[in-house]
């Protein structure tokens, strides 16, 4: 039987249950390790950063601080409950596109290397194309309109 059950799974025949799940762990891990770890950051230090942010867009430091802020904190948490996850993941796959290849000029190693936002900028792209899963609000509310499912 446990046999079975294994094979089942490394074969990929776990279904779209085990997906689900996986799907929901990134989105959960993602979610709010950017929310805790660079978002809420950023909230609390507002007042210091807002005049020193990096303004890779030409709209002004305080504005690309608030358009950062707006991603990693709303568009995170979205992402963690699955509302809206595929527009909350394209927010913030342009995001860290914009904080890699613009902010640290695509570098992966050396000072101020993008590797961060690298690793986030995939994870965000897995999430945008795949969608956010079976355990997530998108998919309760879309159930909904088709009657159950």
Known sequence: MMT???????????????????????????????????????????????????????????MSLNLAIFAEVLCALLLVVGLAARLAAIT?????????????????TGEGSGEMAFI???GFVALFIAGPGRHSLDHLILRGFRGGE
């Not at 709010?32 to 867009?57: C, I, N, T």
């Open 4 to 62: 079975r059950i294994y094979a089942q799974w490394m074969s990929g025949g776990g279904g779209d249950c085990l997906k689900s799940l996986g799907l929901l762990v990134l989105r959960v891990w993602l979610g709010l390790s950017m929310l805790l770890l660079h978002g809420w950051p950023k909230v609390e230090k507002y007042a210091s950063m807002s005049q020193g942010f990096p303004d890779p867009l030409g709209v002004g430091p305080a």
């Open 120 to 122: 986030y900028l995939a």
């Open 92 to 108: 913030l796959v342009v995001t860290m596109a914009v904080a890699f290849f613009v902010v640290h000029g695509g570098a992966l």
